[in-house]
């Protein structure tokens, strides 16, 4: 079964910034993409962005990302990263890693970012 550990989140104040960590239990190669999701309060979880196997990148088409949040990817550490910048209050919540290969699917446990003076 394939897992995804995610790191990074934490309490930050507005207009702060965050990186987070994804760490597949096998190469991130495997999989057609990997990218971003995010659940904040009273909210279904919403697409943030992907990275595809040829590392191209897809940005939700929601307004939230408006270049703040920024997906990359080290092959070196097979890794994927997302950094979140000028934070606000509205982007507190909890940001799932995702992995997908073919019609499967697989998700993080979630790291909680919550951004709050």
């Known amino acids: 079964q394939v897992q995804l550990v995610e790191s990074g989140g934490g309490l930050v104040q507005p207009g702060g910034s965050l990186r987070l960590s994804c760490l597949p239990s096998?190469?991130?190669?495997?999989?057609?993409?990997m990218g971003w999701y995010r659940q904040t309060p009273g909210k279904e979880r919403e697409l943030v962005a992907t990275?595809?196997?040829?590392?191209?990148?897809?940005?939700t088409d929601s307004d939230f990302v408006k270049d703040r949040f920024i997906p990359s990817r080290d092959n070196k550490k097979n890794t994927i990263y997302l950094q979140l910048n000028s934070l606000k209050p509205e982007d507190t919540g909890v940001y799932y890693c995702?992995?997908?290969?073919?019609?499967?699917?697989?998700w993080g446990q979630g790291t909680q970012v919550t951004v709050s003076s």
């Open positions: 096998e190469s991130i190669f495997n999989f057609n993409s």
């Open positions: 990275i595809t196997l040829s590392g191209m990148i897809h940005y």
């Open positions: 995702n992995a997908r290969y073919l019609s499967e699917q697989y």
